[in-house]
């Protein structure tokens, strides 16, 4: 019961400082970008992120890593398995997911109101693409003679 109350009240809280406050959201952590970082985002064109992932993996990377964050999962997850169909038994996925905690402001519209911030957690995932070793011609002629 005492939960309830205390929800209740922040609910107030929120909705009376609404008309005060200016929403703004900050950027999301991120690690640090290298070239074989990949961030996914829905506000990105998804075929130019197919392109420049398949760019990376036919080129002299051996393994990419996407991020994606909240409503972008979906898309990263859709990429990821596209990367495995398009280069068939030569790619593998390993997939880890996570939580981020993302703040948020509220600037004050008013000067005798405070500056306030939110604390939220938002999932991610991280996948990881890396190509495997290719069956070389020496191999498997040496498979097939045995």
Do not use: W
């Not at 609404?18 to 074989?36: A, G, L, V, Y």
């Not at 509220?106 to 190509?131: G, K, L, M």
Request: charge should be neutral; glycine fraction near 2%.
């Amino acid at each position: 019961m005492a939960d309830q109350q205390l929800t209740d009240s922040r609910k107030v809280k929120h909705s009376q400082n609404r008309d005060q406050h200016t929403f703004k959201k900050r950027i999301p952590p991120r690690f640090p970008k290298r070239e074989n970082d990949i961030y996914i985002s829905n506000k990105s064109n998804f075929k130019s992120q197919f392109e420049k992932c398949e760019k990376l993996l036919d080129g002299n990377n051996n393994e990419i890593l996407l991020h994606g964050l909240g409503a972008a999962i979906d898309r990263t997850i859709n990429l990821a398995l596209r990367l495995k169909e398009k280069f068939m038994d030569t790619c593998e996925i390993d997939v880890n997911t996570s939580t981020v905690s993302l703040q948020d402001d509220f600037e004050p519209t008013d000067d005798h109101v405070d500056y306030e911030t939110q604390i939220r957690q938002n999932s991610a995932i991280h996948i990881r693409i890396y190509r495997t070793n290719l069956p070389t011609e020496s191999t498997s002629s040496t498979t097939q003679q045995q």
